[in-house]
């Protein structure tokens, strides 16, 4: 990995670590009230109220592994922690998105939904990781970078 890319890498993740972290203190505090709903953003907990602390716990620590990571990033360990909070905004991203699938499958009043509610179903709001979630897949230019090092 080049100078360049190395410092592309450090800025792009401090970025991303900072929108985790302000994801994950929204989430935070939506879950100690009644959670909110801004324009496409969704963090009221609607689908499962229990998890919304766990998740924000999650992001505020994806977050800060991001943060953590942007000294030196071009070194194995600090790149570790750049996939560790990537990994763990894939887990949280993919259990939303199956909750989505899987809500979007049966009907109200029939087995299964009709076409135009099984689309309507994929329409916002989206919760805070579905938006962190394409920005997260940048690490794995990084792995296959180090990868090509070796």
Request: aromatic share 16%; charged share 15%.
């Amino acid at each position: 990995m080049n100078e360049t890319e190395e410092k592309f890498g450090a800025i792009y993740f401090a970025v991303l670590g900072a929108v985790a972290l302000a994801f994950g203190a929204a989430e935070l505090i939506a879950s100690a009230g009644e959670g909110f709903t801004w324009g496409i953003l969704d963090s009221s907990g609607a689908s499962d109220p229990m998890f919304l602390p766990w998740k924000a716990i999650i992001l505020l620590s994806a977050g800060f592994f991001y943060l953590s990571s942007v000294k030196n990033f071009a070194e194995i360990h600090q790149l570790a922690k750049a996939v560790m909070a990537s990994i763990m905004i894939w887990i949280v991203a993919g259990m939303a998105i199956w909750a989505r699938i899987a809500g979007s499958i049966p009907g109200e009043e029939t087995w299964f939904n009709s076409l135009e509610g099984f689309l309507a179903s994929y329409a916002p709001p989206y919760c805070p990781e579905m938006f962190l979630l394409p920005f997260s897949l940048v690490i794995v230019y990084y792995i296959l970078k180090e990868r090509e090092t070796e």
